[in-house]
């Protein structure tokens, strides 16, 4: 299908780029662009045009990662004399998009570090190095692990997900990067661990030199909670296979993984079964959780659950049965991802709906029973909007929406579901997959099924400045 013009008026054949690029071409090329231009310099003008609300009410903010920053600097700006304060415990800021590129092998661990002062403001709010214990929603107040009581008129909610390993019977953290075992998930910040980015990138390496020996056994997972950036369990499958294909090695993949398709759009779907033929030594193994793990025997137990339709003769009915199955895989390499959750204090709280998530509104992003309540970011219990992409459109609804609240009005901006998933189909190519609560919904008017070297480049060296100086600091 041809593309657009204006699109090939701007970037040219955009899938005859190299696949390597030094960081200076790459940011010279996509800072040139007219689309990147426009998109900083529109973002920017709009956010410096805002006239500040005239309104009174103590704020609090939970959280430190980018869903709470870009609420707390969005709000800082769109309110006169604002009275805000965040509890964070956490001076650095990790940028998690990151991760994944760390884990294989393309960007430092040092890189997705920034630091939280640059974003909070002391001498404008209150910033309490804590975390929250307990949530008191009918009081509004919530508790901190140190003890001290905050009370608040208005609550906004930016805790992220939990990470469960432990669920894993026979798992412990300790366990990641250590027999065979990788989790890009784990957080390089945690006491006395390099073991998941960086732990991942070894994983690599060592599943090379394997390959070079005989063809390993080789485990992706993907459990049956909602989980932060659906696509990441198999940008990873993905990826390790091109590490091998380049040196034309193999071995035996399986995705094993909850979901009942790789993706719920169909032409992802396809495209994504298209990428794993690429490599030719891809099973999947759908419908299936990880239960336990035996370490040192390398050996996980999954269960396989389906949902089958039986005919009742007698009844001349079709009924629907749940039904399950335990089997056992060996592996010589697994890379696992955790069940997730909100954190404890939430799960403790009355503030999670039928979802066991904050039951906030999907459109307003207001709380269905506390209306002085809000949410961002991955905590939400929406149809979709676990990245942060949807974190950045969330931060102006909300913000907007809070305001018309301490006016004494119904909230006025609506939230689309925008979500955006980019998936490593191989080094060097992104899949943009871009899409709302309605479908499919594209920032460029391109097919956003097709791998392109131009989402690679972007998502790699454009992503994190615009993260770090514009998303972060509200303008984007």
């Known amino acids: 299908m041809k593309q657009n013009k204006l699109v090939e008026d701007i970037f040219g054949d955009i899938d005859t780029y190299p696949e390597v690029m030094s960081r200076r071409e790459a940011l010279k090329y996509l800072t040139l662009s007219p689309v990147a231009a426009s998109v900083i310099a529109s973002s920017t003008l709009a956010s410096s045009d805002l006239e500040a609300a005239d309104v009174k009410g103590k704020i609090l903010i939970v959280g430190g990662g980018s869903g709470a920053i870009m609420a707390l600097s969005r709000l800082c700006r769109a309110i006169k004399n604002p009275d805000i304060t965040i509890i964070a415990p956490n001076d650095v800021h990790l940028y998690q998009p990151g991760q994944v590129f760390v884990g294989a092998g393309v960007m430092d661990v040092e890189d997705l570090y920034l630091d939280n002062k640059n974003y909070i403001d002391t001498d404008e709010v209150t910033w309490i190095k804590d975390e929250v214990a307990h949530f008191d929603a009918d009081n509004n107040q919530v508790t901190t692990r140190k003890g001290e009581k905050i009370a608040y008129d208005y609550l906004v909610v930016a805790t992220g997900v939990q990470y469960n390993y432990e669920q894993i019977k026979g798992l412990t953290k300790e366990d990641i990067g250590t027999n065979g075992i990788s989790s890009v998930y784990l957080s390089d910040l945690e006491k006395g ?284």
């Open 193 to 476: 661990t390099s073991k998941g980015a960086t732990g991942t990138w070894d994983w690599f390496q060592d599943l090379k030199a394997s390959a070079k020996e005989k063809k390993p056994k080789v485990i992706f997972t993907h459990p049956n909670t909602p989980i932060k950036c659906g696509g990441t369990p198999q940008k990873m499958l993905l990826l390790a296979a091109d590490y091998l294909k380049q040196d034309g090695l193999n071995a035996d993949f399986q995705f094993v993984a909850s979901l009942s398709e790789l993706f719920f759009l169909p032409k992802i779907d396809a495209a994504l079964h298209k990428a794993q033929d690429r490599y030719g030594f891809i099973e999947n193994k759908l419908q299936h959780h990880l239960k336990s793990i035996d370490v040192k025997n390398k050996k996980a137990v999954f269960i396989h659950a389906w949902v089958e339709s039986v005919y009742d003769e007698d009844f001349d009915v079709t009924e629907n049965l749940s039904k399950s199955e335990q089997i056992e895989l060996d592996y010589d390499f697994i890379h696992i991802v955790p069940p997730m959750s909100p954190v404890k204090a939430l799960m403790e709280s009355t503030l999670l709906g039928d979802t066991g998530w904050l039951d906030v509104d999907k459109y307003s992003l207001q709380h269905k029973k506390y209306k002085n309540v809000f949410g961002i970011g991955d905590i939400c219990g929406i149809p979709m909007g676990k990245t942060g992409g949807s974190a950045r459109h969330h931060g102006p609804i909300l913000t907007q929406n809070l305001i018309d609240v301490m006016q004494a009005k119904e909230p006025s901006e609506v939230f689309d579901g925008y979500t955006v998933c980019p998936i490593k189909t191989q080094y060097g190519k992104i899949m943009m997959a871009e899409f709302n609560y309605e479908g499919p919904s594209t920032t460029l008017p391109l097919n956003f099924e097709e791998p392109r070297w131009m989402w690679w480049a972007f998502d790699l060296y454009m992503l994190k400045p615009m993260y770090q100086y514009l998303m972060l600091t509200g303008r984007f």
